[in-house]
Nanobody, 120 residues
Framework: QVHVVESGGGLVQPGKSLRLSCTAS????????MEWYRQAPGNLRELVAG???????NYAASVQGRFTISRDNAKKTITLQMNTCQPEDTAVYYCKVEAKEVGGTWDDYWGQGTQVTVSS
C-alpha cells in the first residue's frame, strides 16, 4: 500500500505565509510526479502546483510567483511554500502522488487533505 499524508494547514492572515508538506510512504518502488491540488466549497478540485522526479515544476496562473513547490526524493516529500496568501487561497489542499508499488503498477494516490483558511 501507498500512504500519502499532508500537514501544515491552518489559519493564516492575508499577506502572510504558510508551508504545507506531503510525505508518501509504504511499499513504494518508484515515485513520479507529485502534485498539490485544492478544492474550495462549491468549486472543482484544481491543480495548484506539480513537480516531477527530476525537479521540473508547473504552477496554476493564480499562484505563479507566490507559491513554490519543492521536493526531497530521498524523503519522498514535497512542500508548498505559500507566500502572500489571499482569501481566494482558502481551500482544502490535497497531495497527489504517482507511484509504483513494489511488484505492482503505476497509480495515483491521494492524501486526505489539509484545510487552509486565509482570513483576518
Amino acid at each position: 500500500q501507498v500512504h500519502v499524508v499532508e500537514s501544515g494547514g491552518g489559519l493564516v492572515q492575508p499577506g502572510k505565509s504558510l508551508r504545507l508538506s506531503c510525505t508518501a510512504s509504504g511499499s513504494i518502488e518508484s515515485l513520479s510526479a507529485m502534485e498539490w491540488y485544492r478544492q474550495a466549497p462549491g468549486n472543482l478540485r484544481e491543480l495548484v502546483a506539480g513537480i516531477t522526479h527530476g525537479g521540473s515544476t508547473n504552477y496554476a496562473a493564480s499562484v505563479q510567483g507566490r507559491f513554490t513547490i519543492s521536493r526531497d526524493n530521498a524523503k519522498k516529500t514535497i512542500t508548498l511554500q505559500m507566500n502572500t496568501c489571499q482569501p481566494e487561497d482558502t481551500a482544502v489542499y490535497y497531495c497527489k502522488v504517482e507511484a509504483k508499488e513494489v511488484g505492482g503498477t503505476w497509480d495515483d494516490y491521494w492524501g486526505q487533505g489539509t484545510q487552509v483558511t486565509v482570513s483576518s
